[in-house]
T-cell receptor, first 114, second 111 residues
Framework: DTAVSQTPKYLVTQMGNDKSIKCEQNLGHDTMYWYKQDSKKFLKIMFSYNNKELIINETVPNRFSPKSPDKAHLNLHINSLELGDSAVYFC?????????????FGPGTRLTVT | EDQVTQSPEALRLQEGESSSLNCSYTVSGLRGLFWYRQDPGKGPEFLFTLYSAGEEKEKERLKATLTKKESFLHITAPKPEDSATYLCAVRSGGSNYKLTFGKGTLLTVNP
């Protein structure tokens, strides 16, 4: 049983297009995240939702818009794709408490913009 | 701003040759230091959480330790299947639920 799943795994598209990536978790967690991992493997937070409420919004172009229809799903929509958007995007989830903040990651979506 | 620096960037070991990976951090009020393993083409896999200086955790051939400025991931008698990128991350008191990651150490264990 996959805990955090993402679709699609690979996404190849042209500059200027709009695309979406979907994420679902079956861990019962309240908090979900989107991370971007660049070509140098550096993993950086983009957004976080806690119980469908946006709580982290790092300095990300407003072409990126997260949407959380319920606490088990967090989607990422990207408008007007640019070459620099090419990266691997990871979804993660956690159940923060006083003693545990570990995040569990999905398998990633490799986005290639040509 | 929280900062995490991992060293070395890459480490090549022979099977059975023990070594350590380093994670130095600067945070305002550490609320947790995390170690993850990432295999090529996959998402990071959670290994350990450490909360206070002096704490140690072990899992098979891996042992993580924590001081007030850094954490070490000790690998004892590694096997080729331990080859992966190891990522360190921190959460500070003022960062809500955000983790700040280092750039990772790529470990290669040759048979």
């Amino acid at each position: 049983d996959t805990a955090v799943s993402q679709t699609p795994k690979y996404l190849v598209t042209q500059m200027g297009n709009d695309k979406s990536i979907k994420c679902e978790q079956n861990l019962g967690h309240d908090t979900m995240y989107w991370y971007k991992q660049d070509s140098k493997k550096f993993l950086k937070i983009m957004f976080s939702y806690n119980n469908k409420e946006l709580i982290i919004n790092e300095t990300v172009p407003n072409r990126f818009s997260p949407k959380s229809p319920d606490k088990a799903h967090l989607n990422l929509h990207i408008n007007s794709l640019e070459l620099g958007d090419s990266a691997v995007y990871f979804c993660a989830s956690s159940q923060p408490s006083d003693f545990a903040y570990e995040q569990y990651f999905g398998p990633g979506t490799r986005l290639t913009v040509t | 701003e929280d900062q995490v620096t991992q060293s070395p960037e890459a480490l090549r070991l022979q099977e059975g040759e023990s070594s350590s990976l380093n994670c130095s951090y600067t945070v305002s009020g550490l609320r947790g230091l995390f170690w993850y393993r990432q295999d090529p083409g996959k998402g990071p896999e959670f290994l350990f959480t450490l909360y206070s200086a002096g704490e140690e955790k072990e899992k098979e051939r891996l042992k993580a330790t924590l001081t007030k400025k850094e954490s070490f991931l000790h690998i004892t008698a590694p096997k080729p299947e331990d080859s992966a990128t190891y990522l360190c991350a921190v959460r500070s008191g003022g960062s809500n639920y955000k983790l700040t990651f280092g750039k990772g150490t790529l470990l290669t264990v040759n048979p």
